[in-house]
Structure formats: structure tokens, C-alpha cells
């Protein structure tokens, strides 16, 4: 039995026994050192094992930052609100110093114009004629000799939808030559129909409109471009006096 097991134990391989202190023995097969490739084996667990443990915490510290971060909402550029399309009512907006007016605000890009006049059809052909883009101009129809004109036109101007923030009380008869006066529908004396009482009206209505705009630059205009000149003959008197006060 004695020698059975000393045969039995002369047939392990070299490399299985073990020495005293309990070590492998390092032993080599096919030219590769099995110490070295414990080494490399190891060595490659341990830096994988670093590799999915760095990762995991940079996982885990983006995903609590992404958590606890507040969302930041930027700020415009200039830090200003931005200044919306104003609307500007021109009356007498179809020659001369209204049209002008209606076409130097509607070139701005910053003005939408509510063109209140008499005849639509010239009114839109000089519109067409003073080359004002499409959409930057609204037509409506008023006649300021008729004080029932005046209370449609506000209507029709506040179903438009757009705020009122500027008005210009620009249209206005003058008939120096005239032979007879004329009157306005409702028995007023034409040019004072016209230039007085009927842009009273009108700016009365609309008052409570300019008075509502948020608009920072709102304004109501008299203008008195002829009458207020004392170069006329005869006289200009009532117009004079009224427009300029």
C-alpha cells in the first residue's frame, strides 16, 4: 500500500505540487510563463472592474445632477420686452399730408395703418400708386360729414381686433371760392361739419380706446396743415382760431 501510494504520487504533474510556503509553482507551457498569464488574467480583471465601477459613478452623478438641477430659462439678449406693432388711424389717408403719413408709418415695418377715407376705390388705388406693401395698410370707410358715418367707422375699426394707438385727425374740407355753402347731413355748415365736429366725435369715440393702449408712445394729432396758415385770403378765422388753440 505503501509503495501504491508513492507510484500514485510520482504520476502528478510537477507543476501541481506544492511547496512549502504554499505557493504555486510557476511552471511554463508552450513558452508562456502560467505565472506571467495569472499576472496579465489578474491584471485585466482589476482594470475592468475600475473601468464599470468609474462608470457607473459618473452614471450616477449625472443622473442626480440631471434630478436636482434647476432648468434655466435664458434670458433675451437684450433683456427687454419686445415692442409690438402699433396701429395708427389716419383720416383724409388718401392724398396729400395723410397720405404721406400713412405711408412713411407703414414703411417703418412698426406700424399697421387704418386708413379712414371718403372714397375706398382712390383711396386704394393711391395707397397701390405710393407703393405701401399689402398688409401694412386697412381701409375703411368714413365720411365725416355724416355723424352716423363717424359712430360706424369706430365700430368697424374695433372689429378690426387691433388696438387703437394712434389717432390723426388729418382730413378737412376747404372751399375758400365757394359761390353757397354747403352742409353736412346732419345741417352743419360743411367745413365746420367736417374739420370740427366730426373729428370731435371721432375723438371722443375713441378715447376710451387710446386710453386702454399699452402702447408707450400713444397719442391723439389735430392737424391744421392749411387753415392754420395765415397766408390765405380771406381770412381763415374760425379754422384758425379753432385749430391752433
Same mark, same amino acid.
Given at each position: 500500500?505503501?509503495?501504491?501510494?508513492?507510484?500514485?504520487?510520482?504520476f502528478l504533474p510537477s507543476a501541481l505540487s506544492a511547496r512549502k510556503e504554499g505557493a504555486?509553482?510557476?511552471?511554463?507551457?508552450?513558452?508562456?510563463?502560467?505565472?506571467? /498569464?495569472?499576472?496579465?488574467?489578474?491584471?485585466?480583471?482589476?482594470?475592468?472592474t475600475k473601468r464599470v465601477s468609474t462608470s457607473s459613478v459618473a452614471i450616477r452623478a *449625472?443622473?442626480?445632477?440631471?434630478?436636482?438641477?434647476?432648468?434655466?430659462?435664458?434670458?433675451?439678449?437684450?433683456?427687454? *420686452?419686445?415692442?409690438?406693432?402699433?396701429?395708427?388711424?389716419?383720416? =383724409?389717408?388718401?392724398?396729400?399730408?395723410?397720405?404721406?403719413?400713412?405711408? +412713411?408709418?407703414?414703411?417703418? =415695418?412698426?406700424?399697421?395703418?387704418?386708413?379712414?377715407?371718403?372714397?375706398?376705390?382712390?383711396?386704394?388705388?393711391?395707397?397701390?400708386? +405710393?407703393?405701401?406693401?399689402?398688409?401694412?395698410?386697412?381701409i375703411v370707410h368714413l365720411d365725416l360729414a355724416s355723424l352716423d358715418s363717424v359712430r360706424?367707422?369706430?365700430?368697424?375699426? #374695433? #372689429?378690426? =381686433?387691433?388696438?387703437?394707438?394712434?389717432?390723426?385727425?388729418?382730413? +378737412?374740407?376747404? *372751399?375758400?371760392?365757394?359761390? *353757397?355753402?354747403?352742409?353736412?347731413?346732419?345741417?352743419?355748415?360743411?367745413?365746420? /361739419?367736417?374739420?370740427?365736429?366730426?373729428?370731435?366725435?371721432?375723438?371722443?369715440?375713441?378715447?376710451?380706446?387710446?386710453?386702454?393702449?399699452?402702447?408707450?408712445?400713444?397719442?391723439?394729432?389735430?392737424? =391744421?396743415?392749411?387753415?392754420?396758415?395765415?397766408?390765405?385770403?380771406?381770412?381763415?378765422?374760425? /379754422?384758425?382760431?379753432?385749430?391752433?388753440?
Open positions: 500500500m505503501a509503495l501504491q501510494a508513492a507510484t500514485t504520487t510520482s504555486v509553482k510557476d511552471s511554463a507551457f508552450l513558452g508562456v510563463r502560467l505565472g506571467d /498569464g495569472l499576472k496579465l488574467e489578474t491584471s485585466a480583471l482589476g482594470l475592468r *449625472q443622473a442626480s445632477a440631471a434630478v436636482s438641477s434647476p432648468t434655466a430659462t435664458p434670458a433675451s439678449p437684450s433683456g427687454k *420686452q419686445t415692442l409690438r406693432k402699433g396701429t395708427a388711424v389716419i383720416t =383724409g389717408a388718401s392724398s396729400g399730408l395723410g397720405l404721406a403719413t400713412a405711408k +412713411a408709418l407703414a414703411e417703418t =415695418g412698426r406700424w399697421h395703418v387704418v386708413m379712414g377715407c371718403r372714397d375706398f376705390l382712390k383711396a386704394s388705388r393711391a395707397a397701390k400708386a +405710393a407703393g405701401m406693401e399689402k398688409g401694412s395698410y386697412t360706424q367707422f369706430v365700430g368697424n375699426v #374695433r #372689429r378690426l =381686433g387691433m388696438p387703437v394707438d394712434v389717432v390723426v385727425c388729418n382730413a +378737412a374740407v376747404y *372751399q375758400p371760392t365757394a359761390k *353757397q355753402p354747403s352742409f353736412t347731413a346732419d345741417g352743419f355748415e360743411m367745413s365746420v /361739419g367736417v374739420n370740427h365736429l366730426g373729428h370731435f366725435l371721432l375723438a371722443r369715440e375713441l378715447l376710451a380706446d387710446l386710453t386702454s393702449s399699452d402702447y408707450p408712445s400713444k397719442r391723439l394729432i389735430i392737424v =391744421g396743415s392749411i387753415t392754420g396758415n395765415g397766408n390765405l385770403s380771406p381770412s381763415p378765422e374760425l /379754422g384758425c382760431c379753432v385749430l391752433m388753440s
